[in-house]
């Protein structure tokens, strides 16, 4: 008999519920996304978000119980994510959960929200070598995890100031592409020659594995305030290309140092900014000059999906970790901050 795991994602804009049967098996994943309505205001507005999730939630699970063939009465947990992520998106959720688990009887799962992203992973690939390292990027993350097994994540270095999602998002606004700027920037990029104009790569100190992208997206923004002012046409395409592969560049960079550092036996993707191309393209064929395997999810789980929160939550299942009902949400919750067994967050 399968463990049925439901999933519930709600601590950014994407509404979404999944039902997971042991751990690799997605029997549905059903995402409503906000997309739309945040675009008017060029980025996530906490308060429409969490309203949004209030009217969206209810549909979004019934949805996904149908779709997977089952009922509530099958189901043998729930998880939710309880952070980081915005307070009151993350409230949606986690007390719907509770109110889930508290009637139906069955275990609540408070789930990181980058342990989930790292567990998509284990959606492509459940039987994994270990170590791996993993580079969790996203709109609000860009850390570089080394995994020694589930639950025992080490941080190695993370963005110190925007993270590599949010300088997508910005870059995208100066250029006028619009709202997300991942896609907007890629599909942009793609016309354009990465190497017609040099922005600055910031690695910061020697041996770190930390990340910086403020001086690059300030970078490009002045950049093209000097090229308005002298009058000159600016190449659109040529300006994301050339920033596409400078984020790009220092991400797969410091990938390769950790990996020659730690000898993993495979490199993981993580998060929304996995999902671009370049970034997919120029880490597999660095990883194969090295013979290291690289996993990455399809784009669908790259994004924010409770799949990859129901498959988090059936390894927590195995161990008995699960959550009380005076489970909060943790807008800033830490995972694996410098230790060898990471802070999953939520179920102490």
Request: hydrophobic content about 45%.
């Amino acid at each position: 008999m399968s463990t049925l795991i439901l999933g519930i994602e709600t601590s950014c804009d994407e509404t979404s519920a999944a039902v997971v049967a042991d751990g690799e098996e997605i029997c549905s994943n059903v995402i409503a996304s906000q997309i739309d309505l945040h675009r008017k205001f060029g980025g996530v507005v906490p308060e429409v978000a969490s309203r949004r999730h209030l009217e969206a939630l209810n549909p979004v699970i019934g949805e996904a119980l149908e779709k997977a063939g089952i009922g509530f009465k099958d189901l043998h947990a729930v998880a939710v994510t309880c952070g980081p992520g915005l307070l009151g998106s993350l409230l949606v959720g986690l007390m719907t959960a509770k109110a889930l688990a508290y009637t139906l009887n069955i275990p609540l799962i408070g789930i990181n929200h980058l342990e989930a992203h790292i567990c998509a992973n284990l959606l492509v690939d459940p039987a994994p070598g270990f170590p791996v390292l993993c580079l969790v990027v996203s709109g609000g993350h860009t850390d570089l995890f080394l995994i020694n097994g589930f639950g025992h994540y080490r941080l190695l270095g993370r963005t110190r100031d925007d993270a590599a999602g949010e300088a997508f998002d910005k870059v995208a606004r100066v250029l006028g592409l619009g709202y997300p700027g991942g896609p907007a920037i890629q599909k942009t990029a793609a016309q354009g020659d990465p190497n017609a104009i040099e922005f600055p790569r910031a690695y910061l100190e020697e041996g770190t594995y930390d990340f910086s992208f403020s001086g690059l997206k300030t970078a490009v923004i002045n950049y093209l305030e000097r090229e308005r002012q002298k009058g000159r046409k600016i190449n659109e395409a040529d300006v994301a290309a050339a920033f596409q592969q400078a984020v790009t560049g220092v991400l797969v960079d410091k990938i390769m140092a950790a990996a020659e550092t730690y000898q993993p036996a495979g490199i993981w993707l993580a998060g929304g900014v996995a999902a671009n191309a370049a970034l997919r393209k120029e880490l597999q064929c660095r990883a194969a000059e090295r013979d290291i395997p690289v996993t990455i999810p399809p784009p669908v789980l790259c994004t924010d999906n409770a799949a990859m929160v129901a498959c988090a939550g059936y390894y927590h299942y195995l161990k008995q970790d699960f959550a009380p009902l005076t489970l909060n949400a943790v807008a800033n919750l830490p995972l694996g901050e410098g230790q060898e067994t990471g802070l999953t967050g939520c179920n102490q």
